[in-house]
Every structure is written in structure tokens, then in C-alpha cells.
């Protein structure tokens, strides 16, 4: 990302320069924010000197006009001060919640773009705690911390200034004292964030290990495991709560040694204001302003340390989010994409390596080259871990391989859109994908302008518009998160139904039947054969029975073909093919 500025910052707070892209786009709005802002500190620091002609001019004249006339410019100041404090509330209120509503779009959108590689090492959990937690406290710095220190900082200076031009003695004490409330300041400073980056951390651990054990929940009961896991949470929350706490006793300590600090250099100061009024050099009047605006000037300190520990906070937040925008995704897209064909050669895998980024060292797929052509219906068996599967992740393009190059109608995917290079393919893959929608939209998702009409007949070849008729709402039935109200059977026949209806060229079957009873594998298996007329299908099966039809077998192990025939030709040519064969079939 470029240097969104180059104004001197404080080198603790440089990362909350990543929101200035998210702030530019309302520069109308923030100028709006600080007009009302600089009329509401401008008429805050004007009550001070009418107090002190009502004082002075009104109470030792005894003369009714005046105390009415000044009574009068106090109300109308309230009045001015009311209208300006609430529109600079709307206008920072309405750019915290823009600004976090953009963030969070943004990081999303760039998470979705992340190849798998990503998800390999980071816990959703993390990520939903950045998305919700993070995007908050930036949320409360930019609609509130940000506009109250602003307008304490005005209020400082303002308050300096008034203090000087009423008595530069007494203000000359107050200058004076301000080296020494700034320096704890910043001392403490830093260590509140490096707390708050530490507390956001343990709440994000948090969050990943809640994440991961309740989309296994079934796993856990069916193990017992409810009191460790409910430990393992206790033991994560207990340590976000020692580090919050660790955060706000150092932050408290910050506010005590402030307000302390700016307090009693106050009290010493007014001392010597009151003695100035006995000598006759200051009017009650000028004492009362004196007084009134070294409260205000104290208020804003204390205030600005609050806004700074909020800063602070944010910092480690901001810090947070940026690392996940700033994250690029090996797989990109290339600067000038070629157009994809409509005719060709099929699909190729030409001499290609592949290992997987979190096992460097071990090749899933060694030297490997396969042509399978148009309408070509092809089988992949051997053992687990032989490269079956890795073969569907390069051809959607979530990796990509490390030499070699993988093809389609002559053209590298690499030098494809991700889109013209996924759009050929539909999958249907061993962990069955439900979405917390109806079913209408879970059969829709890959083709969301199909009709009606259209679902029905890609249920009814996969094999399912019976159970789905019978459900509660038909079509319309809400399956809740992962199709938790579904069987694994029936789970399986809706995303069949799904990768029918988007009508790819190309199909990509990985253990497609793999939860049906026989029944319903003998129905399916004819639906697919019937959906992959004219198209062509890659099929990925351990039980050998399904894919006895195909064109070809290939037979893979640990990464390479060591064998290719139809079934007849591999029982005969391969030890292996014969071993599985041998194994599932009594005939």
C-alpha cells in the first residue's frame, strides 16, 4: 500500500494512517464535522468572558439591564453551542459508521480473494475477531475518541490562549506545568498499546477456538469432549481478561497520574490567583474567567489522555486490519488476461510439480501429464494422499503448480481471469457444502437466474426432488447452517443438484456417492451418467463399482500415473488397479 501521507506522526500511531483512504472519500462530511466543531469550542470558550462582565459590568453596577443583558448573550450562547454540539455528534457519529461499514466490506472482499494457502494457517475465528472486535474500536475512535479529542485539543489551545491574554502571570505557571503532566503521558502511552495489541490478539484466540469447536459440535458430544473444550475457552477467555486487565490498570494509572498532575498545578495556580484579588492586581471578575478557564483547559488534558489511550487501542486494531489488507494472495490474476477458448484440445496437465505451501517438502503431484479431451469420461483411482484431489484445486486455480503448466483448450490457466478459468468447471466435492439458505437458494447458488422450472429438473436428476418435496416448505425450506436438518445423503444430492443446474462443459465428480445408500447411488450414478452426455466428466472414486464405464482409469499413486486403461485392461496391466479391485469385487 502507498504512504497514504507523509506528515509527521508519532511513530506509535503510524498505522492509524491505513484509515486515511477509508476517511478521504468524506472530506465534505469531516469539513462539516469541524465547522460545527470549532463554533461549539469557539462558543464553549466565550461563556468564560461573559461570566466575567456579568461579575464585573453586572452584579457591581447593581444595575438590572446589565445583569438582564448578559443573561440574555448566555442563553443565546447555550442555544448556539447546542445546535453546533449536536450536528458535530450526527456528522461524527454517521462517519464512524460508514467508515467501519467500509473497512469491513473492503477486508472481506479481500479475504474472499485469498487462495486457500491462506486458510491453511489462519483460523476463521481470527479473522471474524479483526471483522467484528477490531472494526468496533476503530468504529468508536472515528465517531467519538476522534472528534472529542479534536475539540479538547481546541479547547487546549483556545483555553492557553484565554488564560494568557486574562493574566500572563498566573498562565505562565500553567505553560509551565504542562511539561510535566505530557511526559507520563506519553510513558504510559505506550505501554497501553502494547496491551491493547496484546489484549485484541487474546480475544481473537478467543474467538478461533469458539469457531472451530462449534462447527464441529457433532465431533465433540459423539467424543465427550464438552467439559475439556468448554475448559480449553475458559482457559483463552481468562487469558483476554488478564490482558485487558493488565491494559486497564495501566491505563487507569495514566488517568490518576494526569489528573493528579494537572489538577493540583491548577489548585497551586488559582492560590495565586486568589492572593492576586486580596493585592488588588485581578478584579473577582477576571479571577472568575481565570478560574473557569483553567477548569476547561484541565478537563481537556484529562480528556485528551482518555482520547489518547483510545488511540492507542485503536492503533493495535488498525494494525491488525491492515496486516490482512496488506496480505497478498500467491494465486493472482495476470495484468493482461487472454481470452478464453471456446474450442481446443481440452484439459492438460503438462509435466507438472506441486507441493502444498504449508508442505514444501512433500510433492503431491511429481512430473505429472495428462490430457483428458473433450466429452471424455475419466476416472481417478488409487490409494489416500496419491494426488486425486490436488488434481481439482489446480484446475479451479487455488494453487499453482510450481512447474509444469495446467491447460485448458491450449491456454495456461495462469494466464486466464480467475473467472473464465473456473466457469468451465462445476464440483461436486467429498465435504458437501451447504449454505443457512432455503434450498431454492442452495441449488440456485452456482446459477442464480435459474427458474423454477429449472431447479426442479436438476433435483429430479440428481435424485432429489422426492425427499425435497416432502419437506416442510418444499423448495422453500430453510436447511440451517451447513444443512444441519439434512442427512449427509441428502446433503450430497442437493450440491449434485447445484453443480447440474450451473451446466458446466466440465464436471468434477470427487467421490460423488460416497454418502448414498445403494438406492439412491444407483439413481444418482444414472443422473450423472445422463448429465455428463455431451460434456465432459472427471470423476475421483475409491469404490470402482461407479466408474466401471468410463472411457479411462488412471491410476495414481503417491503423485504419478502408474497406470491408464479401461477396467478390463487394468486388472490384466496393473498390480495395483488389481489389488483394489480384488479387494471391492467378490466376482
Sequence with gaps: MPEPSTLPVPKKLTPLLGLLPFLKPYISRWLWTLIALSIASATTLALPVAFRYLIDAGFSSGQTEHINRYFVLLFALAIVLAIATALRFYCVSWLGERVTADIRR?????????????????????????????????????????????????????????????????????????????????????????????????????????????????????????????????????NAFKTAISRIAARSLLTVVGIVLVFGAITFVLWLGAHAVLSGQMTGGELSQFIIYAVLTAGAIGAITEVWGDLQRAEGATERLMELLQLNSPVVEPAYPKQLPTEGEGIEFDQVNFAYPSRPETLALKNFSLKIRHGEHVALVGPSGAGKTTLFQLLFRFYDP??????????????????????????????????????????????????????????????????????????????????????????????????????????????????????????????????????????????????????????????????????????EESTLYARLAKLQFTD
Design 106 to 238: 473492503k477486508i472481506y472482499s479481500h479475504i474472499l480473494q485469498m487462495s486457500p494457502q491462506f486458510f491453511e494457517v489462519t483460523k476463521t475465528g481470527e479473522v471474524l475477531s479483526r471483522l467484528t472486535t477490531d472494526t468496533t474500536l476503530i468504529q468508536a475512535v472515528v465517531g467519538t475518541s476522534f472528534s472529542m479529542g479534536l475539540r479538547n485539543l481546541f479547547m487546549l489551545v483556545g483555553g492557553i490562549a484565554m488564560l494568557v491574554f486574562t493574566s500572563p502571570r498566573l498562565a505562565s505557571f500553567i505553560l509551565i506545568t504542562l511539561v510535566v503532566v505530557i511526559a507520563p503521558i506519553l510513558f504510559f502511552g505506550r505501554r497501553v498499546r502494547k496491551l491493547s495489541r496484546d489484549s485484541q490478539d487474546r480475544i481473537a484466540d478467543s474467538s478461533a477456538v469458539a469457531g472451530e469447536v462449534l462447527n464441529a459440535m457433532p465431533t465433540v458430544q459423539s467424543y465427550n469432549q464438552e467439559t475439556r473444550e468448554s475448559a480449553r475457552f475458559n482457559d483463552a477467555v481468562e
Design 402 to 571: 510450481q512447474s509444469g503448466a495446467v491447460r485448458f483448450n491450449g491456454v495456461d490457466l495462469r494466464d486466464l481471469t480467475f473467472k473464465d478459468a473456473r466457469e468451465p468447471f462445476s464440483a461436486v466435492l467429498q465435504e458437501t457444502v451447504i449454505f443457512a439458505g432455503s434450498v431454492l437458494d442452495n441449488i440456485r447458488y452456482g446459477n442464480p437466474n435459474a427458474s423454477l422450472d429449472e431447479v426442479k429438473r436438476a433435483a429430479e436428476m440428481a435424485a432429489a426432488s422426492e425427499f425435497i418435496e416432502a419437506l416442510p416448505q418444499g423448495y422453500d425450506t430453510f436447511l440451517g447452517e451447513r444443512g444441519v436438518r439434512l442427512s449427509g445423503g441428502q446433503r450430497q444430492r442437493i450440491s449434485i443438484a447445484r453443480a447440474i443446474l450451473s451446466n458446466p462443459p466440465i464436471l468434477l465428480l470427487d467421490e460423488a456417492t460416497s454418502a448414498l445408500d445403494a438406492e439412491s447411488e444407483r439413481q444418482v450414478q444414472q443422473a450423472l451418467d445422463n448429465a455428463a452426455h455431451n460434456r465432459t466428466t472427471l470423476v475421483i472414486a475409491h469404490r470402482l463399482a461407479t466408474v466401471l464405464a468410463a472411457d479411462r482409469i488412471i491410476v495414481m499413486e503417491a503423485g504419478e500415473i502408474v497406470a491408464e486403461g479401461t477396467h478390463a485392461q487394468l486388472l
